[in-house]
């Protein structure tokens, strides 16, 4: 049998089965039976089609009742890498958009490069089974070079994708843009506890941001209040430190001291510069400089 000749119904369970591989590591029938709401025996069927179609792409691990990837998984489905990385941001795990005929009519900015999805995959693979990943990473101040990193989020911080993870090189958290990863292999053995997310302190500490009118370049500041739906003038917004400096600069809000950016693109002023001095990638920040 080939996908030709599966039903839609069934191509939705495939394709979840293959999401579950290729981004997690594993599958169970439970979670198709939970996810789809079918008996024991739809599942199993769909299971044993999957391996019909892709035998080299999972085991049954009798210990831990359940499928694992194979080291020379290649995905059934063709999975797109723009929609796939929205699904992980918004935690949609159906993996089903190869055969979708529905166009909405609704545009989003256009993206200048996106991640390689079989690097996404095993990072995000890792995450989910505690473990270490040996990348190749070029960055702009070292070049390429191989390193060990132990990853706990992914993130869009709205310019591009990154991962946010421990790295064993430089002993502390950081963040690595996936575009500069051309390769990534799982490592055996988990990772360290002080290795983990719960001991990334910029990450768990958040922050808050008081976001006016900028001063100086809104003639109107009523029609600014109202895009973003201010009270008395102001909003506040929380957010985690690590992504700090990424979204004041998404935004462009000015970080000067004295609202001192005179371009029109910046139509908000960071009213409590003072209270986010520890926060992370503020060098990102537009004029942000330490008091």
């Not at 591009?160 to 799982?186: G, M």
């Not at 600069?249 to 001095?277: F, M, P, T």
Request: charged letters at 25%.
């Amino acid at each position: 049998m080939d996908l030709e000749n599966v039903s839609y119904a069934q191509k939705q369970r495939l394709a979840y089965i293959d999401f579950k591989l290729m981004f997690t590591g594993s599958v169970t029938r439970n979670e198709i039976i939970q996810r789809f709401e079918c008996g024991t025996a739809a599942a199993s069927r769909d299971l044993a089609l999957y391996k019909q179609l892709a035998p080299k792409n999972l085991t049954y691990n009798t210990t831990e009742k359940q499928y694992l990837l194979e080291s020379n998984f290649k995905p059934l489905f063709n999975h797109d890498a723009r929609k796939t990385l929205v699904k992980l941001a918004n935690e949609i795990s159906d993996g089903f958009d190869a055969i979708s005929d529905t166009k909405f009519p609704v545009e989003a900015p256009s993206s200048l490069n996106v991640p390689d999805l079989m690097i996404v995959a095993r990072i995000s693979q890792a995450i989910f089974q505690n473990k270490a990943v040996n990348i190749i990473y070029t960055s702009l101040s070292s070049g390429s070079e191989a390193r060990d990193i132990v990853p706990h989020s992914i993130v869009d911080n709205g310019l591009r994708w990154h991962v946010r993870a421990y790295c064993r090189k430089s002993e502390e958290f950081r963040d690595f843009v996936l575009t500069r990863i051309t390769k990534a292999s799982i490592k055996s053995g988990l990772s360290k506890e002080y290795e983990h997310k719960e001991h990334d302190k910029e990450w768990n500490t958040f922050i808050s941001l008081e976001l006016v009118p900028h001063p100086r370049n809104i003639e109107h500041p009523t029609a600014i209040a109202l895009d973003y739906g201010m009270v008395d003038g102001s909003m506040t917004i929380k957010t985690r430190a690590a992504l700090t400096g990424y979204l004041l600069r998404r935004w462009n809000v000015d970080c000067s001291n004295n609202a001192e950016l005179g371009s029109s693109e910046y139509q908000l002023y960071l009213n409590n510069k003072h209270l986010i001095s520890g926060a992370g990638n503020l060098t990102l920040a537009p004029g942000f400089q330490d008091l």
